[in-house]
């Protein structure tokens, strides 16, 4: 079997040698893919993989824009369509200074599954720039967003590519691209997920990605007969996705102790309480400030500059951050302090190597794809309410994200299950593929 993947591996390397995190979410598909591959008929001889691998289309444009001093500026648009045989393409948009090629087609590979795994008619994408909105002004970002949209909005639409938010890409990034959209088609559609609710969006998709990652934490906990009550939790991040992995852990009565940015991690011992959380969301969203302004305020908390939370004890751990930000030796840590439960709300948070050993050591672990999909999976209720010109209740859209995401717990299990063990990586990997390489196998060779 290990000739089969490495044949695969030195073939797919061939053409992205220079893509590393690129090759490292394909590598980590394939192990687990290719012995499914091989064993069923179907499946065997007919290159899927392969075929998966390859984008449909990369698009690469110039975002020329004036920032505030008058001075010309020059970034990088990117739109990785990666695969679109159950849907139109979907996915996110970066805007981050480190944001290349190589990390929008991991992203774009990885949503692939993701979206599958939602059930939802969704193909996958992801797109992005090199801009970084951390320092500039609201007007820089309005202007930076319309440059953007003015060479995007002919290669995307409600029916053929749907883009949303990521890191740097929130609600106030999706208004300005919408408003460009808008007014270059001349039409309002549901051709952007994230939108404000009372322009198209839906309530509860800014909660989405954060509480299903709770969610399927939940589901594996209860799987064997435990919950996240009183659980230590560590949360890596302090954008989008951790502020409400936060809000629902903290709603679960388990006891937050960090949170994280790019400059350094906080921790307070006394557990983040929904005050604390709305500070948070304050310094982050409406100052944008480093999350260090929390130990000023609060003086049990300690900051940590420079440094992830991975060494503090717990129970639980929540990558909510960036890609690779659990290495072998933050794993290795997390395991010796009495971390028993991973749920990724990041995409690829964890290195191969952090991952083997939360197999070894029978750690609860969630791949991103599987248990941060509940972020999409709401944009695809987005869309469908969007279709119906008809909004669901905050009640209804919850309901159905919490079904989403014990389903996609469950076909984890149907295809990972082991003796002992759920690899779940294993599980969300060949649960995506299946659904995506049928249909691919029914429209042909194109
Ligand atoms: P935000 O931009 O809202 O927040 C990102 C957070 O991560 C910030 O606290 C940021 O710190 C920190 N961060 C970003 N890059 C790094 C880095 N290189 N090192 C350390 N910290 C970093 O993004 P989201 O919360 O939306 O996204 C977080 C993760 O979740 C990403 O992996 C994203 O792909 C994934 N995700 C997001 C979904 C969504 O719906 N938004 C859906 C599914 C997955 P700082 O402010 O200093 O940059
Ligand atoms: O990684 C992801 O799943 C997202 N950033 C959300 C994508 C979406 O279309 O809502």
């Given at each position: 079997m290990n000739k089969v993947i490495n044949e695969f591996l030195n073939e797919v390397n061939r053409r992205n040698s220079h893509e590393p995190e690129f090759m490292q979410a394909v590598s980590e598909v394939a192990s687990t893919v290719l012995p499914y591959i091989v064993s069923k008929k179907i499946y065997h001889g007919k290159n899927i993989l392969l075929r998966m691998v390859e984008p449909e289309r990369v698009i690469m444009f110039r975002v020329p824009w004036v920032d505030d001093s008058g001075e010309i500026r020059v970034n990088r648009g990117y739109r990785v369509e990666m695969n679109s045989a159950i849907g139109p393409y979907k996915g996110g948009l970066r805007f981050h200074k480190s944001v290349n090629l190589s990390i929008l087609k991991f992203l774009a590979f990885e949503q692939v599954f993701k979206n599958a795994l939602t059930t939802l008619p969704m193909g996958g994408g992801k797109g992005g720039s090199?801009?970084?909105?951390?320092?500039?002004s609201d007007a820089e970002v309005m202007r930076f967003c319309q440059s953007f949209m003015t060479e995007l909005f002919r290669h995307i639409?409600?029916?053929?590519d749907i883009p949303a938010g990521d890191i740097g890409v929130g609600g106030r990034e999706i208004g300005f691209l919408f408003g460009q959209y808008k007014k270059l088609k001349n039409e309002f559609t549901?051709?952007?997920?994230?939108?404000g609710v009372s322009w198209g969006g839906s309530l509860i998709r800014p909660e989405a990605t954060g509480y299903g990652t709770v969610y399927f934490a939940q589901n594996m906990l209860e799987r064997v007969g435990d919950n996240l009550e009183n659980k230590q939790v560590l949360i890596s991040g302090s954008g989008n996705v951790a502020q409400y992995a936060a809000e629902k852990c903290i709603m679960l009565n388990a006891k937050v102790l960090t949170l994280s940015d790019s400059s350094g991690f906080i921790h307070d011992p006394d557990g983040i309480d929904i005050e604390k959380l709305n500070y948070v969301m304050k310094i982050k969203n409406v100052e944008r400030q480093r999350i260090s302004k929390y130990a000023d305020k609060y003086s049990q908390a300690k900051y940590y500059h420079n440094q992830k939370p991975w060494s503090i004890p717990c129970h639980v751990a929540l990558p909510?951050?960036?890609?690779?930000?659990?290495t072998e030796s933050n794993a290795k840590e997390l395991i010796l302090n009495g971390c028993f439960c991973v749920s990724e709300g990041?995409?690829?948070?964890?290195?191969p190597t952090a991952i083997k050993h939360f197999h070894q050591a029978k750690v609860f672990y969630a791949p991103g794809k599987a248990s941060n999909a509940g972020g999409v999976a709401v944009s695809g209720l987005e869309m469908a309410q969007n279709s119906l010109r008809y909004n669901w209740t905050r009640e209804e859209v919850d309901l159905r994200l919490k079904k989403i995401m014990k389903d996609i717990h469950d076909s984890c299990i149907v295809y990972g299950k082991q003796k002992n063990y759920v690899n779940y990586e294993k599980g969300a990997n060949i649960a995506g593929f299946v659904k995506v390489a049928d249909a691919m196998l029914a429209q042909g060779v194109v």
């Open positions: 090199d801009f970084d909105p951390k320092d500039k639409g409600p029916n053929r549901g051709v952007l997920t994230g939108k909510c951050a960036t890609e690779n930000e659990i990041a995409n690829m948070p964890s290195t």
